[in-house]
């Protein structure tokens, strides 16, 4: 087939970018690539035969930018569009304007976009393709009645959804009444009252997270590639998938493909895309939403039915058959490695990659987009690769993972790495020695990150700035590598110990070599932060962060544990809860504004003292002094928040 798509616009990027690029110059196909100053050194751009710099340093001004875009792609002769996840992959609005430009959208139509885009309408494509979806309300919700009788019927716990929400952002998890009527009237009365964004669905625990990575072409050929479990995930978001699905029944396996089918032929999808569903231990399957576009995880897809899905992406959009997939081959691993501290619940970091090894060998894949000298910057997606480990079966997989993870070498940022390796050698995910397969969505944080799973009073997630239910067992440790009469050692030791050491060392003069993210770590940081919060009233920013909610108003009074101000740093929400109760007294930022770490949000009068900020920036200034505009600066807006699954 001679493919009429001659230059592709890339319009990502990392190691996404790098992906896409790779497989368009297999297929003979010239790239574009766009950049921000932060990724002008990075490796997609260096291997694009052509790169274009967007102006800015926020994801509004750079790959959000669609009026750039579009520019970018009549400048450069491009003639197709690739959205990579995330950014502007599906916004119907980009797809439409990439159309009307004369250019080939490697995508679903615009009308798929929107009749998919909204999470209240993909309930009701769903029901109108006999799909159940989860048991919730299809409509924006703005009478308390209606929720708590919702609440009274299905029963605690409940969700309450941003419509627009993805990647596990915008999700609020309700335990009781006092919960659901402090989120009703937090986002009832404040910020000129939100409401109109959220729906209302049911709760359900202990369910496992499975997909369908799926493919329509526009002759009305479908196939399923294969099916993925999710279910390792953190903060609603995932951190290791696996394909095929392990341990499904026959019957819903059929299942999961009969809706799949049904839902892509009841918007006329063409292109790939990915239904997800919620698998409960009865064997019920609820469906969440269909993400149509292409997914970090299609890798473990790819490697189970040993097709390129990127080409099949640009085949099919070039108007060609899609590919039937085989039945599936083997047991894939994918795991994604972040940015992010095991020892702090696993909070995005950012610094310079000092040095990287990657494993290697049998059955072993590598998609990445940083190399060593790069810096992790906070204002962008703290993922940095993708560890992809495929063998025979799931138990050849697993024992390749413990291999792999032994290889891998990652200084100069903290990654998951110490936290893979636990997870690998616990019976009830590996399901080894007899032990039945038992993960569910919340297992991790159970098990791994928060003791309790129980949401504070506000019913919002459970977060490491609350300081209460990060696992103690888990203390931070050094490892060093000595010999004992000849012979190679590994050392490992409790931090406290080492600092000890160093300590001791260093009062006697004695240097030792620096190591820029070792220290007391953000977890104590924050600790401090909140325990003079309580004392001072003055909340500060724990990081370096985009403001996406404010939930309280000056002269509001607050009780400890209630929500006061939601960040997003490197993609990921972050809650700052009131420390003490008190009275604010005043805001000092605006949704959307950028803060530094330490920069004060709101002060409290705690027990009739009035806090004294220092430093702040007034309420609708940004730290920098400018206006805030309103619009997200972070990767949500025009992205609605849709990846850090992605």
Not at 116 to 129: F, P
Not at 604 to 615: F, I, T
Request: proline share 5%; hydrophobic share 35%; with cysteine.
């Amino acid at each position: 087939m001679t493919l009429s798509v001659n230059k592709l616009l890339v319009a990502n990027r990392g190691e996404i970018a790098l992906r896409v690029i790779r497989t368009a110059h297999e297929m003979g196909i010239p790239t574009v690539a766009v950049y921000a100053e932060q990724d002008r050194g990075s490796q997609y751009v260096q291997l694009a035969d052509e790169a274009y710099l967007l102006s800015g340093d926020t994801y509004k001004d750079t790959y959000l930018n669609e009026d750039a875009l579009i520019d970018i792609l009549q400048r450069s002769g491009a003639n197709a569009v690739h959205p990579g996840y995330g950014f502007l992959s599906e916004v119907a609005e980009f797809a439409a304007k990439v159309l009307r430009a004369g250019a080939i959208w490697v995508g679903p139509a615009p009308e798929a976009l929107t009749d998919l885009g909204d999470k209240i309408t993909a309930r009701r494509v769903a029901k109108a393709a006999q799909v159940p979806p989860v048991p919730g309300v299809s409509d924006s919700v703005r009478d308390l009645r209606t929720l708590l009788d919702f609440s009274h019927t299905y029963g605690y716990p409940i969700m309450m959804k941003r419509t627009d929400g993805g990647g596990g952002r915008g999700i609020t998890v309700v335990r009781d009444d006092d919960g659901l009527r402090r989120f009703y009237m937090n986002h009832d009365a404040l910020q000129g009252g939100d409401l109109d964004e959220y729906f209302i669905e049911k709760f359900v625990d202990k369910a496992r997270h499975v997909e369908t990575q799926c493919g329509r072409d526009r002759f009305g050929g479908f196939t399923v590639y294969s099916t993925r479990d999710c279910s390792l995930q953190r903060r609603n978001q995932k951190l290791v998938e696996e394909a095929p699905a392990p341990y499904l029944p026959d019957e819903v396996i059929e299942r999961l493909k009969t809706y799949s089918r049904r839902l892509f032929e009841k918007v006329g999808y063409v292109g790939l895309g990915t239904c997800e569903f919620m698998v409960t231990p009865q064997r019920k399957v609820y469906f969440l939403e269909v993400n149509p576009r292409l997914q970090v995880e299609h890798t473990v897809s790819e490697e189970v039915c040993g097709l390129d899905l990127v080409r099949e992406q640009i085949v099919i959009a070039d108007g060609g058959h899609l590919t039937p997939a085989p039945e599936p081959r083997g047991h894939s691993f994918e795991l994604r490695i972040t940015s992010e501290d095991p020892a702090t619940n696993l909070t995005p970091s950012s610094g310079t990659l000092e040095r990287i090894v990657w494993p290697s060998g049998p059955g072993i894949r590598i998609d990445t987009g940083v190399e060593t000298g790069d810096t992790v910057s906070p204002k962008f997606d703290s993922m940095m690769g993708k560890v992809i480990v495929t063998a025979q079966d799931r138990a050849a997989a697993v024992a390749r993972v413990r291999r792999a993870l032994k290889e891998l070498v990652i200084e100069g940022v903290p990654t998951p790495a110490s936290l893979f390796e636990r997870i690998f050698n616990d019976d009830e995910f590996t399901a080894e020695h007899g032990h039945p397969f038992d993960v569910s969505t919340k297992w991790l944080e159970r098990k791994y990150l928060n003791r309790q799973p129980d949401t504070v009073r506000t019913g919002q997630p459970a977060s490491l700035s609350t300081g209460e239910n990060v696992d103690e067992a888990q203390q931070k440790t050094e490892s060093f590598v000595i010999e004992v009469d000849n012979r190679r050692v590994k050392l490992t030791l409790p931090s406290d110990i080492v600092s000890s050491l160093t300590g001791a060392a260093q009062a006697r003069g004695a240097q030792r070599q620096t190591q820029p993210l070792r220290g007391q770590g953000l977890h104590a940081v924050e600790t401090k932060a909140r325990n003079d919060g309580a004392k001072s009233g003055v909340i500060a920013a724990p990081m370096q962060a985009v403001v996406t909610r404010i939930n309280v108003a000056e002269g509001q009074q607050v009780a400890k544990g209630d929500l006061l101000v939601v960040l997003e740093s490197m993609k990921m929400e972050n809650y700052v809860y009131a420390p003490a109760g008190g009275t604010v007294t005043k805001i000092f930022v605006a949704p959307a504004a950028g803060v530094e770490a330490g920069q004060t949000l709101v002060t409290l009068d705690v027990n009739g003292a009035e806090a004294k900020p220092k430093g702040a920036a007034p309420a609708g200034e940004s730290a920098a002094g400018e206006s805030a505009t309103g619009e997200s600066t972070g990767n949500g807006g025009s992205d609605r928040g849709k990846e850090a699954t992605r």
